[in-house]
């Protein structure tokens, strides 16, 4: 997804990547190899395919946050089961908002406190929408918390510190950066380099210190995954 390809490029590269994520290469999904697995992989794509059709921007915005997140929660070493369940949150953790209307989601300028109170039900709306699928319970507790703070005034429930999942504090780190290089209608993109030293000073309040420092080892370590996904 390197900035400057045509449209057509982007989504192919994107569809690309998808396959590949989806077919569980360097996934080690649960139980793979069964006929679960395959279905659970089945769903995730449905869940994947209802958020493109529905909100073009969120579904590519959560590619590249995909991509981060790996990123991260790779520098941490976290084992290949936990790791997995961070791909597919960070790949579903707007999924809530196609329950969003309209008006809302589609608003070009900055939501009013009203428009942002309904906004804010996304995280809850996403864990309800995959919940109940057995296999992704880890996953819909991190598409659940992605909007908490470590000081403990994000939401849905304010939960602070050691008490988010470890892979929504991931999910907040890859999401924030994220849409801080991204062209908004009310605000110019930061540079890669601006954002990264924004995420930074909100290591203790916003985000959690240890993700903080695995992204900016991922970031300062490696500069060249980063034009990669943007
Ligand atoms: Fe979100």
Do not use: C
Not at 122 to 138: F, S, W, Y
Not at 175 to 200: K, L, W
Request: charged residues 25%; without cysteine.
């Amino acid at each position: 997804m390197k900035t400057g390809d045509s449209k057509e490029e982007t989504d192919q590269a994107r569809k690309g990547w998808l396959e590949e994520f989806l077919a569980g290469k360097d996934h080690p999904a649960p139980e793979r190899g069964n006929s679960r697995a395959g279905a659970l992989l089945a769903v995730i794509k449905a869940l994947v395919n209802a958020l493109e059709a529905r909100d073009h921007y969120t579904s590519q915005h959560s590619a590249q946050v995909t991509v981060l997140a790996e990123k991260i929660a790779g520098t941490l070493a976290l084992p290949p089961q936990e790791l997995y369940n961070i791909a597919v949150a960070a790949l579903l953790h707007d999924i809530g908002k196609i329950g969003m209307p309209d008006r809302l989601l589609y608003k070009s300028g900055p939501l009013t406190e009203e428009e942002w109170k309904m906004m804010k039900r996304h995280p809850d709306v996403g864990a309800a929408i995959i919940g109940d699928i057995p296999l992704l319970e880890p996953v819909a507790k991190i598409v659940r918390h992605h909007h908490e703070r470590w000081d403990g005034k994000g939401y849905p429930a304010g939960l602070a510190g050691g008490d988010i999942p470890l892979g929504a504090r991931i999910v907040a780190v890859a999401d924030t950066f994220q849409a801080m290089v991204s062209d908004r209608p009310y605000r110019p993109r930061r540079s890669p380099q601006q954002a990264a030293q924004e995420i930074s000073a909100l290591a203790g309040s916003q985000f959690d210190p240890a993700v903080v420092k695995a992204f900016t080892d991922s970031f300062w370590g490696n500069n060249a995954f980063l034009p990669a996904i943007l």
